[in-house]
């Protein structure tokens, strides 16, 4: 895929996506099928050659959807509160594009010091003591900060080793 291919497919996928949402509520929010349904029609084999943009759509649509439990859904009480949202995918589209993996500063320092950024922000939002962030009044590097765990599980291990 080139980058005019790209232009016009991530236009196509935007669409859907916008087209998604605005029925989503008509639309159960409980997949219906089986435990075995999704090996049943794909391929046993991976594909020799790529299969087309609209082959995949397609089997997006008729394959992938059904099994799909729409989290999204103002009819869904799940076990988790969903909060996905169109600014949050165009940041994820960005943070996509930059790919970068953060692990400490020199590996992207815009990466790191968002984060730190980010995370006073919070800090301050939520009422914790001046202590607790990052960068102080006047600029300079506090005592305190956090970062933002990647899973449920990685923040467990922090907390307990902390």
Known sequence: MDASEFRKRGKEVID????????LDQIPP?????PGYLYKIMPHEAPEEP???DD???????KI???ITH???????????SNSSFPAMIGDMYSTMFDVI???WI????????ETVVMDWLGKLIGLDKRFLSIKDDGTEGEGGGVIQGSASEAHIVAMIA
């Open 107 to 114: 590996c992207s320092p815009a990466v790191t010091e968002l």
């Open 65 to 67: 959807m059904p099994g």
């Open 16 to 23: 859907a996506i916008a087209d998604y949402y605005e029925g």
């Open 51 to 53: 299969e087309s943009f």
């Open 30 to 34: 409980m997949s219906t099928v089986k």
């Open 71 to 81: 989290w999204q859904s103002g009819n869904f009480f799940g076990w988790f509160p």
């Open 102 to 104: 953060g692990f400490n």
């Open 56 to 62: 995949i759509q397609s089997d997006l649509k008729e």
